[in-house]
């Protein structure tokens, strides 16, 4: 919480547990999906949250506070409605856009090289659903596609080897998507599996 605003300004996921640099003690690591600039952003205010899940004492100690029952999912509905501009039980919020913001990354290079040997074998189809730009949206579509790492290069870590026609596989944005939602990337023959479950 902190100082005034006082209320949540982003979420994300712990990819590291406790851990000391030999100056602070209890460290953590978290891989931000969502990060509000709180001098420039509306963020989810205590009010909201004392409003809409009054039984959570939300001024956490500095050791932290422990959800019980239901209130993480809850909490994570809320926050989800409210990044995303959806009404979740309050009135007259302005909401900004269009910050400029400096966002530092680190880039697993990819070589064209290889995308190319890819497609060369695989064609335009995506593997997983065998959506092919072309055909749905014409000229525009033609030659467009996602190649997808059956190994992810961010687990990997470091450079390797690729075998285009073995370690790549064409798709389309909506499969590449979905092969890589959550922490534990899926593998192509489990969304393939997926995909045919919901045909039946």
Known sequence: MGAEPKGIV????????????????NLIRVKFDILLDYNNE???????????????????QASGTIMKNDIPTRLQYLWNRYWKNEP???????????????VILNV?????????????????????????????????????????????????GKKHTVVPINDLIPVCPNCHAMLHLGSKPLKPKELIEIIEKRKN
């Not at 979420?11 to 003690?25: A, F, I, L, P, W």
């Not at 509306?42 to 809409?52: G, N, P, Q, V």
């Not at 979740?88 to 400096?102: C, L, Q, R």
């Not at 190319?116 to 072309?134: A, M, P, Q, T, V």
Request: charged fraction near 30%; include cysteine.
């Open 42 to 60: 509306r963020i989810l205010e205590a009010e909201t949250l004392f409003d809409e899940i009054p039984e959570m004492k939300w001024y956490a």
């Open 88 to 102: 979740i039980g309050f009135n007259n919020h302005i909401f900004k856009e269009g910050t400029v913001k400096t």
């Open 108 to 156: 697993h290079e990819r070589s064209p090289q290889t995308r190319k040997l890819c497609i060369d074998e695989h064609g335009y189809n995506c593997k997983i659903c065998s959506f092919n730009f072309e055909k749905t949206y014409g000229v525009k579509g033609k030659d467009y596609i996602h190649v997808h790492h059956i190994k992810s290069l961010s687990k990997i």
């Open 10 to 25: 982003g979420s994300g996921e712990v990819t590291r547990s406790t851990y000391s640099d030999g100056v602070d003690e």
